[in-house]
Structure formats: C-alpha cells, structure tokens
C-alpha cells in the first residue's frame, strides 16, 4: 500500500499490464512504415504502448516532402536527427536544423517542408496519442523506413486527398489552404 506522504496525491503504482518498448529502426520487422505524401513515416512507439497518452514517429522527408499546411488539437513536436525543414508557424518561416526541437502548439496552423536538396530525418511526438491511427488509415504500408510510396495518378490523387479531407475530423485535423 503506497501512503501519502505529503500535501501532494502520491504516485500510482506500477501497471504491470504495459511494457517496457524498444524500437529498433532499421532491424524490427513489426513497425509499420507508412507512405503518405511522398514522406515515409515509420510508427516507432503507438498509443497502444503509451495508454494513449503520446506516440512517435521517425519521418524520413525527401526533399520537396511534408505535409500541406494543417492543425489539429493536439500538441506535436518535432526533433530534427539529419537535414533541415523549413516550419511555417501562423505564417511565420523559420529553418530548422539537425540538432533543433520544435514544439506546435494545439490548434495553431503549421507546416513543414523540405527546401533542402538531401533527405531530412526527424522524429514527430504527438500527445495525446492519435495520429498514428490517421497515418495508419490514409498512407500506404511500404517496405522501410526510407521506401518511398507510391506515385499516384491523377484519379488515384484525387481519390486520396478525398479520404484525407473525410477521414481528417475523426483524428481532430484541419487542413487548411494556407498557414
């Protein structure tokens, strides 16, 4: 029994229902690697791991990659590992580096995007956990964490941003025409 000790609630004890994870990029044959907007996003920690509370994804961005300009009503951060995005906070630029964590804000309109001529490598955090499943739903599984998707034909690109913009209030997501 775990007795309280001060004016503050005292620590839960240990959930012996979660484990312990470890993602191992490059040599763990069950995370899913998601292509979505020319961007490979590989899944390393789910909802499912953290009782809902946060996920990560590792993003592999080629240049010219990243997501149209969005939010959405959770809180995302991102670490750069290798290259540099261009973030387009309430339509403000600013370059990020390998090195540079970025945090978004709930609800503020945001992008991202890749200027540079070399692949860019970042981790994205999102608390609560959610967008994940949005990935999981609207992208398409591929082979590593650097596979590209596949190119899309006008029809088959049509045919996608409509399940995107369908599928987009479900996980809490606005796309927007500008930021």
Known sequence: MVQKTSEYPAVPPDDLKRNLTIAQID????????????????????????AGRFCVIDMHIPPGGGPPPHRHDFEEAFILLEGEIEATFRGKKSVVRAGDTVNIPANAPHQFHNASSKPTRLLCICSPAGQENF?????????????????????????????????????????????
């Not at 040599?27 to 953290?50: M, R």
């Not at 739903?137 to 399940?163: I, M, N, S, Y």
């Open 135 to 179: 990935f999981r739903e609207v992208g398409t599984p591929v082979a590593t964490r650097t596979t590209p998707p596949p190119k899309l034909d006008e029809r088959q690109q049509a045919e996608f941003v409509q399940r995107v913009m369908a599928l987009a209030p479900k996980y809490r997501t606005e796309l927007l025409k500008e930021v």
């Open 27 to 50: 040599k763990d044959q069950g995370l899913q690697h998601i292509g979505l907007v020319g961007d490979t996003y590989t899944i390393t920690v789910s909802g499912d791991d953290t």
